[in-house]
């Protein structure tokens, strides 16, 4: 005798559980983020950008220019951090008359998959960069490739937190006076910083602190930090007097404490 009310829907259910399978995966890859479907790629966006701009205004990752506010190197780094990806320096050359150009790309922490690369040089061409130390230059070269690898994959995501696409290390030459094409000008005299440019002491004392932290407190000597800020920013100053800092002077030297104080918590 045959059960008339046996379930006749298990290979209906079988079906649909293949159908699902079958179905396309919408999820999208954000660096190391995966998000269940495109639409919500923007939202998730927008909080990592939240949380990133806070970032940048504690730490004062950016220089304004024309009113403007430009990220550096350490900003566009940590966006990395925050996706799960890094950069990764591929060469750095000398070219020649003490022009470097260097290759970065940003791969993934996780399985190191390459997701962006990008080029750059600095050289004594440059105005700000002629009287520089071959180490400051190919120190530059490097920052400036790095930074560029992750505006070309993720400079959308810097607009959404409220900041300019491009980098500051790129934006550089527009940082300062307009230069004057009168060749009558004394372009050897020196030039007083604009209002954008000029560096407070605020700043050079949270630079200051930190590499104070990076030290036992017998080193930390107003000598030492006199021959450690001189020497990369590549270049002698009176690192007492603020007006004398530039605001590139202080990119470098926050560039190096921040490596500093990585290796120390290493």
Not at 104 to 119: H, N, Q
Not at 166 to 176: D, F, L, Q, R
Request: glycine letters at 6%; a negative charge; proline letters at 5%.
């Amino acid at each position: 005798m045959h059960d008339n009310h046996a379930p006749q829907d298990a290979p209906n259910a079988l079906t649909e559980v293949e159908q699902q399978r079958q179905l396309p995966d919408t999820s999208v890859q954000f660096g190391t983020l995966v998000i269940d479907a495109p639409q919500m790629v923007i939202v998730r966006a927008s909080e990592i950008a939240g949380e990133l701009a806070r970032i940048i205004e504690v730490k004062q990752l950016y220089v304004v220019i024309r009113n403007r506010k430009y990220v550096y190197c350490e900003g566009w780094t940590t966006l990395g951090a925050m996706l799960g990806v890094v950069p990764r320096e591929l060469d750095t050359a000398d070219v020649g008359d003490g022009e470097f150009v260097a290759s970065v790309e940003i791969v993934r922490a996780s399985d190191g998959l390459a997701v962006g690369k990008a080029s750059a040089s600095c050289g004594p061409d440059e105005k700000d960069w002629k009287g520089r130390s071959r180490q400051a230059r190919r120190s530059m070269a490097q920052t400036r490739a790095t930074s560029k690898a992750f505006r070309l994959s993720f400079s959308w995501v810097m607009q959404l937190a409220g900041y300019q696409p491009t980098p500051a290390e790129e934006a550089e030459g527009e940082i300062g006076p307009p230069r004057n094409d009168n060749p009558s000008h004394n372009d050897s005299a020196p030039k007083a910083p604009t209002r954008d440019d000029r560096v407070t002491t605020a700043e050079v004392q949270a630079v200051t602190a930190d590499w104070k932290n990076c030290l036992n407190e017998s080193d930390a000597t107003p000598a030492a930090w006199s021959a450690w800020a001189t020497k990369w920013a590549g270049r002698e100053f009176n690192v007492r007097d603020v007006a004398e800092w530039t605001r590139e002077d202080l990119r470098l030297c926050r560039q190096q404490v921040t490596r500093e104080m990585g290796s120390v918590v290493e």
